[in-house]
């Protein structure tokens, strides 16, 4: 995309620091960046932008979280574009049109975090169980067993955390501030859906008694 990619000078402004501190910090892997074939430094303008966030201690909690879930919601895309869901058993029980709607619960994880992330209290916690009920209601309507739907959700919360991780480490943040925030938060979150997706199975077997 335009603009995607920038020069040691462009970042150097962007920075407010010099040209040879940038070629230092990333000829020292502080900054992450990377080499043309004909070994000119390059820089990748979303990780530039989130390693700085990732500097300032006292920096915009939510505009961080944003460009994070912005990154690793294109590693998921790509990911998922790779076909991993082929190999899980309980996707190939599914119907087109079911592993369609599959197919788009890594997005709507991501969004689901990024609400998250952007609220607090009851709010918060509202986001999470109503994922939690939509990956239940869709496992139940497709005849999935709990253990299958859990599978499901699984699935699409180990690629989050992956993705998380990549664009983390992509970004060389060495804050362990940062690292713990972002694995509370997830773990935080990811909990509430497994809990409310068991809870709504058991609802929906007691009643189909």
Known sequence: ????????????????????????????????????????????????????????EDGDNESQSRLIIQNALKSTRMRISEGLLESEGWYQRLDENAREQYRRSGRSLLQGLLGYLASDGEGARAEARALGYEYASRGWRH?????????????????????????????????????????????????EIQLTLLETYDAYQRGSR
């Open 1 to 56: 995309m335009p603009g995607e990619w920038l020069n040691l000078s462009e970042v150097a402004e962007i920075l407010g620091v010099h040209p040879s501190t940038v070629r230092n910090w990333s000829d020292q892997g502080t900054l992450p960046v990377h080499r043309t074939q004909g070994g000119h430094r390059r820089f990748r303008r979303g990780e530039v932008d989130l390693w700085l966030q990732a500097q300032r």
């Open 143 to 191: 005849g999935l067993s709990c253990s299958e739907a859990m599978h499901a959700l699984m699935f699409f919360r180990n690629l989050l955390m992956d993705s998380m991780l990549s664009v983390y480490e992509a970004a060389a943040v060495s804050s362990p501030r940062a690292w713990s925030d972002m694995f509370r938060r997830v773990g935080a979150f990811t909990d």
